[in-house]
């Protein structure tokens, strides 16, 4: 049984990328894991991923494009007000505009760049880079 799903995922993404593959199989899957693959697609970080369902629901085909240096799951998950958004950036990202941060917000899940320009809060859910 999987503790957490969002950081399995994560590390499964850096150990294919390292090892050199195209596509990496992620299951389970859940509506959250799609939504940070969407984020990363959209960042450049990965490829598209597809659905495909398999025994006892649904499993993601992830294309890999070899960009991600470094993913991981932040825990505990903290929670940040707007303007604390900068200070987790120095403490998980190695430079200024290198990398994001993905954040739960009330408005849905979006990058550091989004909530800074929204002034929204939320949960640190991860970072990549």
Known sequence: MLN??????????????RVGKDTCTIKPSSKLI???????????YVGTYEKVESQGGYKLVLNLIGKVNKCNAIKPRYSLESTQIESFEKRFLPAK???????STSKGIMTNSEAKEQKVGG??????Y
């Open 34 to 44: 799609e939504k940070i693959l969407d984020i990363m697609n959209k960042k450049g």
């Open 123 to 128: 949960k640190l859910i991860a970072y990549c």
């Open 97 to 103: 505009n290198f990398g994001i941060l993905i954040i």
């Open 4 to 17: 957490d799903p969002i950081a399995n995922m994560l590390s499964l993404i850096v150990n294919a990328e």
